[in-house]
């Protein structure tokens, strides 16, 4: 009389090889999550920069036309093209266009501005610059410790 022999794997070989791929799959979704959260704050990242690029470069077209300007610090204030008295200022963290006596953001929720320095320049024999310096804080879960800096100059430019 013969033994029959079944061809097949034990169970503790089932066991290993389970626990190898459990492991496996463990690290591979552990990388997975982080990707994807670096890639959340870097999406906010780029928004918040976006904003803020697009605030400066409003503030930098109406300087450029802009004539009898005054203040300084965290605020300016001057008189655009159209003959309005202008100032912009950092009021909540958020940068704030006026005319009038009527003020509204120009920056988006999703940006804080931690700092808003403007700075007046007329060396002699120059024309004025103003040297707009912004420092940013993306709004969002785990970018509290992300700052960005952004700096620009500016001079008014007289058409007559």
């Known amino acids: 009389m013969q033994i029959e022999t079944k061809n097949g794997y034990t169970l503790i070989e089932l066991l ?23 890639q959340r704050e870097i999406v906010a990242l780029i928004s918040a920069n976006d904003n803020v690029i697009t605030s400066m470069e409003q503030i930098n077209r109406e300087i450029r036309t802009g004539i009898d300007f005054s203040g ?7 008189t655009n093209a159209r003959g309005e008295a202008v100032a912009y200022r950092l009021i909540n963290n958020r940068i ?24 007046r320049t007329q060396p002699a024999g120059f024309p004025l610059r103003v040297t707009i310096i912004v ?12 700052f960005v800096n952004m700096q620009t100059t500016v001079s008014p430019r007289i058409i007559f």
Request: charge should be positive; avoid cysteine; aromatic fraction near 10%.
């Open 16 to 38: 290993v090889a389970m626990t190898l791929f459990v492991t496996a799959f463990a690290l591979v979704n552990a990388a997975f999550v982080s990707a994807l959260k670096t």
């Open 135 to 146: 420092q940013i804080n993306p709004v969002g879960k785990d970018l509290e410790q992300i």
């Open 96 to 119: 704030e266009r006026g005319v009038g006596g009527n003020f509204f953001a120009i920056t988006a929720n999703n940006v804080r501005i931690t700092r808003l320095n403007f700075i």
């Open 72 to 78: 300084g610090g965290d605020s300016l204030t001057f």
